[in-house]
């Protein structure tokens, strides 16, 4: 089955520092990976996603993000951290069937200071 | 263009009751998923419709909960006996190709 890990439930940064947000998954194919970011009583909202076409992927407010198959990771980088970027984030994998159902991680608040 | 909606955006409820909740998803999107956002269980899958087959309930809890989609398009989530474990955010979304557009949830409340 598959499965995602994400490493730290907080993670804090200083405003104009990177962030690193870390995820590990499970899975006996090369998955699809998503990262979700939902912000204070909004909706969640699509940052990026890998689907095999390259390994790197730009996201949506300068993140990115690399699927490293010998590291099952898929970890969530940006070069310098923003007050707005302050939410929570969510590393996702989908099953090799049709569905796309989503199965999410347990989620990184994000808090930056100023 | 619009969104996935969700009504209501919150609702409180005694134990026992039953509650309907419901999601207008983005028009043309065939493919509808309600999941559950809960402080102990995180975001969880729920159910999910695809056109006309038949939905995949393999998400839901126990047989309290329901779901249906009428017509191709809106889709209500009942919940019968509400209890107060089913405290929750419900989230709604609809999908175009392999990305999921989600909708603003419903926060439910089980006093």
């Known amino acids: 089955a598959q499965s995602v890990t994400q490493l730290d439930s907080h993670v804090s940064v200083s405003e104009g520092t990177p962030v690193l947000l870390r995820c590990n998954y499970s899975?006996?194919?090369?998955?699809?990976l998503f990262w979700y970011v939902q912000h204070p009583n909004k909706g969640l909202q699509l940052l990026l996603k890998?689907?095999?076409?390259?390994?790197l992927v730009k996201g949506i407010n300068g993140f990115e993000a690399e699927f490293k198959k010998s590291e099952t990771s898929f970890h969530l980088t940006k070069p310098s951290a923003h007050m707005s970027d302050a939410a929570e984030y969510f590393c996702v994998v989908t099953p090799m069937d049709s569905s796309y159902k989503l199965i999410f991680g347990s989620g990184t608040r994000l808090l930056v200071r100023p | 263009g619009a969104g996935v909606s969700q009504s209501p955006s919150n609702k409180v409820t005694e134990k026992g009751k039953d509650v309907e909740l419901r999601c207008d998803p983005i028009?043309?999107?065939?493919?509808l998923y309600w999941y559950r956002q809960s402080l102990g269980q995180g975001l969880e899958f729920l159910i999910y419709f695809q056109g006309n087959s038949a939905p995949d309930k393999s998400g839901l809890p126990s047989d309290r909960f329901s779901a249906e989609r009428t017509g191709g398009s809106v889709s209500t989530l009942t919940i019968q006996r509400t209890q107060q474990e089913d405290s929750a955010v419900y989230l709604c979304?609809?999908?175009?190709?392999?990305?999921?557009?989600f909708g603003p949830g419903t926060r439910l409340t089980v006093t």
């Open positions: 890998y689907t095999s076409a390259a390994t």
């Open positions: 028009s043309g999107h065939t493919a």
């Open positions: 979304a609809s999908r175009r190709g392999d990305e999921q557009y």
């Open positions: 899975s006996s194919y090369s998955p699809s």
